[in-house]
Nanobody
Framework: QVQLVESGGGLVQAGGSLRLSCAFSGGTFSSYAMGWFRQAPGKERAFVATSNWSGMNAFYADSVKGRFTIFRDNAKNTVLLQMNSLEPEDTAIYYC????????????????WGRGTQVTVSS
């Protein structure tokens, strides 16, 4: 059974950076595409970024394009989300998710989810 555990969240000032990490276990990491989603207070969970199984293809939500980078370390079974130029609007619980091979922007297409890590950006 695939398990995902996020870490790296915290409190940061606007304009700062954080790096989130998601540790993957219980399967062959290189067979899975990975995604990051977030849920802000009072809002539905939304897509942030996705990387396919090889890491060669990535796709981002417009709201984070140019500020966030998803990358994976297949040797360490880890996917990371580097978040720069953070804004208060980025405050949310961030979740990583996994699905076979191809990335997706649709959370319904992901089979496995972590429990999330809180990111709070102060103004």
């Amino acid at each position: 059974q695939v398990q995902l555990v996020e870490s790296g969240g915290g409190l940061v000032q606007a304009g700062g950076s954080l790096r989130l990490s998601c540790a993957f276990s219980g399967g062959t990491f290189s067979s899975y595409a990975m995604g990051w989603f977030r849920q802000a207070p009072g809002k539905e969970r939304a897509f942030v970024a996705t990387s396919n199984w090889s890491g060669m293809n990535a796709f981002y939500a417009d709201s984070v394009k140019g500020r966030f980078t998803i990358f994976r370390d297949n040797a360490k079974n880890t996917v990371l989300l580097q978040m720069n130029s953070l804004e208060p609007e980025d405050t949310a619980i961030y979740y990583c998710a996994a699905r076979r091979y191809s990335g997706s922007t649709y959370q319904s297409e992901y089979d496995y989810w972590g429990r999330g890590t809180q990111v709070t950006v102060s103004s």
